[in-house]
């Protein structure tokens, strides 16, 4: 089995910023795809950020320039740097990494439980 704790959310004035952190642990081998996605009451989970194991990022256009998404693979957490805020990124906020378990292994999907931010002032 796998954990995902996330930890990072809360309450920010517009323009302001947080970084959210998701470290992974348990039964782990390696960790291809990570990503963040976000979710408010009423509609569907939308991607916010993903990073492959090679580095190569993803991002909606809704964050582009002002989001940044990291990883450590040393630790097993990714990150989300969030700058700029404003109130429409308020939302919870999800974690979700692909594990290989172990060796030769497919990969199989965890999400976090979630982390909420509000942009307010």
């Known amino acids: 089995q796998v954990q995902l704790v996330e930890s990072g959310g809360g309450l920010v004035q517009p323009v302001g910023s947080l970084r959210l952190s998701c470290a992974a642990s348990g039964s782990i081998f390696s960790i291809n795809n990570m990503g963040w996605y976000r979710q408010v009451p009423g509609k569907q989970r939308e991607l916010a950020a993903t990073?492959?194991?090679?580095?190569?990022?993803n991002y909606a256009d809704s964050v582009k320039g002002r989001f940044t998404i990291s990883r450590d693979n040393a630790k097993k957490t990714v990150y989300l740097e969030m700058n700029n805020l404003k109130p429409e990124d308020t939302a919870v906020y999800y974690c979700?990494?692909?594990?290989?378990?172990?060796?030769?292994?497919?990969?199989?999907?965890?999400w976090g439980q979630g982390t909420q931010v509000t942009v307010s002032s």
């Open positions: 979700n990494v692909d594990v290989i378990p172990k060796p030769f292994w497919g990969p199989q999907n965890y």
């Open positions: 990073i492959t194991n090679g580095d190569r990022t």
